[in-house]
């Protein structure tokens, strides 16, 4: 069964950082895709980045400039670097892998990120 636990979310002022982690014990990082969605207050969950398992990645044209995803083979992370947030941004934001190119079938908890002044 492959776990994958976010970290990092909280609250924070608009134009403010963060950086969301998203950990598992096994190789899965390695071997497939991994990208970060996210569902806002009465919205849809939608994508935000991607990771390829050879290291392409894809952002969406809402975070492009302002979110970088990048991965760490040796500690089996996939981070998703936030800068410049927006009140937009506020959202729960999930892990997924688990496929060749996305929507695999493995997700993460999901964690809050609130963008407030």
């Known amino acids: 069964q492959v776990q994958l636990v976010e970290s990092g979310g909280g609250l924070v002022q608009p134009g403010g950082s963060l950086r969301l982690t998203c950990a598992t014990s096994s190789l899965i990082f390695s071997s497939y895709t991994t990208g970060w969605y996210r569902q806002g207050p009465g919205n849809r969950r939608e994508f935000v980045a991607r990771i390829s398992r050879s290291g392409f990645t894809y952002h969406a044209d809402s975070v492009k400039g302002r979110f970088t995803i990048s991965r760490d083979n040796v500690r089996n992370a996939v981070y998703l670097q936030m800068n410049n947030l927006q009140p937009k941004d506020t959202a729960v934001y999930y892990c997924?892998?688990?496929?060749?190119?996305?929507?695999?079938?493995?997700w993460g908890q999901g964690i809050q990120v609130t963008v407030s002044s």
């Open positions: 997924n892998t688990g496929a060749d190119y996305s929507g695999g079938p493995y």
